[in-house]
């Protein structure tokens, strides 16, 4: 069974900085896709940023420049670095993994609250 754990999420003031984790476990062949993905109080969820195995990177225009995602393939975990926070960055942030394990499915860890506020 895959499962997708998170942590790193807290309450920060603007302009200040967090760091996501977020470590895929179980029977994993490959992992083509990690990303993060936000949903704020009222508002669907979005795309934050995602990066392929390769390392080829995409943003949501509005964290570019501000927010840094990566990963370590060797331990199937994805990573985002959050820099200069506004409060409209406030928002549950969820781990997503296109995986192959046995067959090509997605998942999503449980969600870590983001809170920017001074």
């Known amino acids: 069974q895959v499962q997708l754990v998170e942590s790193g999420g807290g309450l920060v003031q603007p302009g200040g900085s967090l760091r996501l984790s977020c470590a895929a476990s179980g029977s994993i062949f490959s992992i083509p896709v990690m990303g993060w993905y936000r949903q704020a109080p009222g508002k669907e969820r979005e795309l934050v940023a995602i990066i392929g195995s390769g390392g080829r990177t995409t943003y949501t225009d509005s964290v570019k420049g501000r927010f840094t995602i990566s990963r370590d393939n060797a331990k199937n975990t994805v990573y985002l670095q959050m820099d200069s926070l506004k409060p409209e960055d406030t928002a549950v942030y969820y781990c997503?993994?296109?995986?192959?394990?046995?067959?090509?499915?997605?998942?999503w860890g449980q969600g870590t609250q983001v809170t920017v506020s001074s």
């Open positions: 997503y993994a296109d995986i192959f394990s046995g067959s090509r499915l997605n998942y």
